[in-house]
């Protein structure tokens, strides 16, 4: 999915394998690149930050745009593209505000639009949604994405305790 979609989301429950798969999947990706690209996997815990610090925020009487942690992997991944494919990791429940934001950037030549700046991704550029849930996600946004599920039926928990 990572190969044929800018955005994909890891729909499981907690401890059912999606970030071991997703850090697998990276480590074969670097070990097997034939390009000589690195690969890098960004992880961001989206509940850990308000939304102004994920997407970014004007100031208050300026309008000066300042970037938020999103806009920045963004920018690097941009910076890097000629020797780097980038996974950016949204780890955690999907939020409506930050979401909507990355509609546009999950189409197939979307753009990153933040304030007035639309910022096309780079290259190697996807987003992984890494959720329990699908929930908070628009119909729009769903389209535009790969889906995985991850069945704790696959990997039950018990597994983690040697029973």
């Known amino acids: 999915a990572l190969e044929h979609r800018q955005g994909v989301v ?7 394998g999606k970030t071991a798969m997703l850090d697998t999947l990276a480590a074969a990706v670097r070990a097997h ?5 690195k690969c890098v996997l960004q992880r961001l815990n989206p509940k850990a930050l308000r939304a102004r610090e994920i997407l970014g925020w004007s100031e208050d009487g300026t309008g000066t745009w300042h970037d938020g942690v999103l806009a920045a992997f963004w920018r690097r991944a941009r910076a ?35 304030s007035s700046e639309g910022m096309p991704p780079a290259a190697g550029l996807r987003v992984v949604l890494e959720v329990d849930s699908m929930g908070g996600m628009a119909p729009t946004v769903a389209a535009r994405v790969g889906v995985v599920w991850v069945s704790s039926a696959d990997l039950p928990w018990r597994s983690f305790a040697g029973g």
């Open 10 to 16: 890891l729909v499981g429950d907690a401890l059912t």
């Open 80 to 114: 890097e593209e000629r020797t780097t494919r980038t996974w950016l990791c949204l780890d955690g429940p999907i939020d409506q505000r930050w979401v909507e934001t990355l509609s546009g950037a999950l189409d197939t030549g979307g753009s990153l639009t933040l």
């Open 33 to 37: 690149s034939q390009d000589g690209m």
